[in-house]
Each structure stands twice: as structure tokens, then as C-alpha cells.
């Protein structure tokens, strides 16, 4: 027997072909990353012109005023002292309604939201009698850029509009002559604004009970932070949560946020790069079963010819990125499987001139249809991709037992 007809070599150098087409999966693998890093660069730069990920906060009560001190040589001395007035009830009401904009060709969610903040201040007793300088109701935003419109504000009867900001918050002076402050009476107060961003939309609980109400047409929301929602309704029309959080448990409010992260699903570029994950799975396969048919039918396949059947298996998923982002995925997968497993019936057809040629195109369809089931599994992927390799496994162990005899002969 020829040294080249030996179905040890040939099944040696088969296994050496097979990893040889890892490098132009991860070729297409780095390709996959290098276009995601674009779409996420293009989504920085929409977000930074309409508005990043938004935290909200307040409003507070800030109060400036003069204090007498002594030095450290009894000298009196006049310092000015700033303290913050907590609401002792919050409640947001937020309507948030994401929507698609374009860059170039990728899409990317943002959201804009209506909100109501209503709830009350208790001014404490004492400040009456200090020498008050300053007074200014503020309110944050971690992305003033975002702001859409006026923000509005009445405490009490009186109404007020934000006219500056900085950093993060928006200040405005206000009147409280006729106040009460005993430490009993409560100031209602009612702000109004809209805003933008993208991503995720969070809350500070700066009350002493905070109540948040969030309903959205997002059907993908990650609830996050410090709190989950206490009610949370999600279907494919979108969700209502909705959170409640004391004083009591919320420690300091500056470092407490909760609220959600509007997911724009699974992207074509993660479910591109988990479907090429599969690929040398799907190429094993198909070289098996071309040995089956060569083992079994006297039919001979060179490894010139696994050479062409395993690169149009690995240019499958250079077609699925390309066609993707044109396109929904699932759309994308099929027209590649199509075009991939058509071009192959040709060539099997060509190699092997007989039936075995539809068998072969039948198992690299069963392939990609098993690839995508594997894709639309989340808390099974992995065991179904474990049991299919233990099955690939249970192949080989089946058509390599005999190998000695079929050598011989």
C-alpha cells in the first residue's frame, strides 16, 4: 500500500487541515471585533451630540448663610456655612420612549423621557432666626446636555424656571419669605422636564422615602443598581417597574442609583461572533462525514478539495457579518446558509458524481440549522454544544475502529 493511500496519514493531515482553518476564523473573528468597535464609536458620537447615559437627582433646598465662629485666638470671626434640605417625600413619574437613530450604516437606541418629580420639603426649625444669604433650589443631571426644553419647578404656589447650570446640576435662587420653618409644615413642590440620553436612565433616592414609576415601550429592559424594582411588568410591548426606597435603607443618597438599562438586544455583531464559535464544530462535522463517504462508498476526496470545502465553510461567516449589517440576522444567516450550501451541492456533485452528494449538502444544512438553534439558546447553549460534541465524538470513536483492518486490506 502507497504511503499517500493510508487512512492514518490521511486522517492525521485531515485533523492538521481542520486546524489550519482556525486562523482564517479568527481572521473573520478579528474582523467581527474591528466592526463592532466601529458601531460602538459611532454610538459614543451620537450619544455625545444627544445625550450619555442619564442619573437624575434632587431637587434639594440649598441654603447659604453667615455664622460666627471663634478663632484659635477667641477672635470672632464670620464664615459663610451651606446646608442641604432633603426632600422628606419624592416620587418620579418617568415616561421613556426609546427610539433609533442612524449613523453610516448602524443603528443606535437612545431614549427621550417625560418626567415628573412631585413630593414636599420640612424646613428644619432654627433657620429662621440664622442670617440667611442664600437661598436655591438645585437639581441634577448628570448630562445637562440632555436636557429638552425648559425645566419648570413650584414650591408652594410659586413658579420658577432653571436658567444656569454647572457641571452636573442646575441652580436656581429662590424666595421663601412666609415659609414656615418649624420643622413640621411642608412645602409641596411639582418639577417638570424632559430629557435624552441612551443607555441607561437611573435614579439617586435623595428623599427620605423615594418612589420611582418608570413605564417604557422598551421590550429589553436590565434593571440595575442598588435596588431592583419591588413591581416590574415586562412583555413585548414594553414594561412598568416601579421602586420604593426609604432612608432607612438606602445609606447616603450621593451613592445610591438605581433604575434600568435600555438594551438594544443581542447585536448582529455578538450573535455574528458566537455563530463563528461554531465554526471549526461545523467543519469537523462536514470532514467527517466526507471520510464516511469515502470509507463507505469507495469514493475518493483529496485534501486539496477538503482545503476548498473548508475555507467555503469558514467564508460563510465573513458572508453572515457582511449581509448583517443590511440586514436582520436571521435574514442575513439564512441567505449565507443558502448561498454556502448551494456552492457546495455544486461541488459535491462535481467531486463525487453520484447520490452521496445530497447527503453530504444535507448534513451541512443540518449543520447551520443546528448552529442557529445553539445561537437562540441561552441557559442551554452550553449543554446543547457539549452533548452535539459528545455526539461528534461518538462518530469518530464508530468510523476509527476498524481502522487497522481497512488498512490492511
Not at 493531515?13 to 489550519?20: D, I, K, P
Not at 440649598?62 to 432633603?86: A, G, S
Not at 412598568?240 to 450621593?254: D, L
Request: proline letters at 4%; a negative charge; charged letters at 20%.
Amino acid at each position: 500500500m502507497k504511503l499517500k493511500d493510508s487512512l492514518p496519514l490521511k486522517i492525521a493531515l485531515m485533523g492538521v487541515l481542520a486546524l489550519m482553518m482556525l486562523i482564517p476564523l479568527a481572521m473573520i473573528q478579528s474582523q467581527i471585533h474591528d466592526r463592532q468597535v466601529a458601531a460602538d464609536e459611532s454610538r459614543n458620537e451620537v450619544s455625545a451630540s444627544w445625550g450619555h447615559a442619564q442619573t437624575l437627582t434632587g431637587p434639594v433646598l440649598e441654603f447659604t448663610y453667615e455664622k460666627e465662629v471663634l478663632d484659635k485666638d477667641q477672635n470672632v470671626t464670620v464664615k459663610l456655612e451651606r446646608e442641604t434640605v432633603y426632600p422628606r417625600t419624592l416620587s418620579y413619574e418617568i415616561d421613556a420612549k426609546p427610539q433609533t437613530l442612524h449613523r453610516s450604516i448602524y443603528d443606535i437606541m437612545v431614549y427621550g423621557a417625560d418626567v415628573v418629580v412631585t413630593g414636599d420639603f420640612v424646613l428644619p426649625a432654627g433657620y429662621a432666626e440664622k442670617d440667611i444669604k442664600r437661598q436655591e433650589v438645585e437639581m441634577g443631571l448628570s448630562d445637562l446636555r440632555g436636557i429638552d426644553g425648559s425645566v419648570d419647578i413650584t414650591l408652594g404656589e410659586t413658579a420658577y424656571s432653571f436658567h444656569s447650570g454647572a457641571a452636573w446640576t442646575l441652580s436656581e435662587p429662590i424666595d421663601l419669605d412666609g415659609i414656615p420653618m418649624d420643622g413640621k409644615t411642608a412645602l409641596p413642590f411639582r418639577l417638570t422636564y424632559r430629557v435624552k440620553g441612551s443607555s441607561s436612565l437611573m435614579v439617586k433616592p435623595f428623599g427620605e422615602t423615594t418612589e420611582v414609576r418608570m413605564h417604557s415601550n422598551c421590550p429589553d429592559p436590565s434593571f440595575t443598581g442598588d435596588f431592583l424594582p419591588s413591581e416590574r411588568e415586562v412583555t413585548d410591548e414594553g414594561f412598568t417597574a416601579r421602586w420604593s426606597v426609604s432612608e432607612i435603607n438606602r445609606g447616603k443618597p450621593e451613592d445610591t442609583s438605581f433604575g434600568v438599562t435600555m438594551l438594544q438586544g443581542v447585536t448582529q455583531y455578538q450573535q455574528t461572533t458566537r455563530s463563528a464559535k461554531y465554526g471549526i464544530l461545523v467543519i469537523l462535522l462536514v470532514f467527517i462525514a466526507g471520510l464516511a463517504v469515502e470509507l463507505v462508498g469507495k469514493k475518493k476526496i483529496d485534501l486539496v478539495q477538503y482545503l476548498v470545502i473548508g475555507l467555503s465553510l469558514v467564508l460563510f461567516y465573513a458572508l453572515v457579518l457582511s449581509f448583517s449589517e443590511f440586514m436582520r440576522f436571521p435574514v442575513a444567516y439564512g441567505l449565507a446558509a443558502l448561498m454556502t450550501v448551494a456552492a457546495l451541492f455544486g461541488y459535491f456533485r462535481g467531486i463525487l458524481r453520484d447520490k452521496t452528494a445530497w447527503l453530504l449538502t444535507a448534513l451541512v444544512a443540518v449543520a447551520y440549522v443546528l448552529s442557529y438553534i445553539l445561537l437562540q439558546m441561552q441557559t442551554y447553549a452550553l449543554l446543547a454544544g457539549t452533548l452535539l460534541l459528545f455526539v461528534l465524538l461518538v462518530g469518530i470513536m464508530y468510523l476509527t475502529t476498524n481502522l487497522n483492518k481497512r488498512s490492511e486490506a
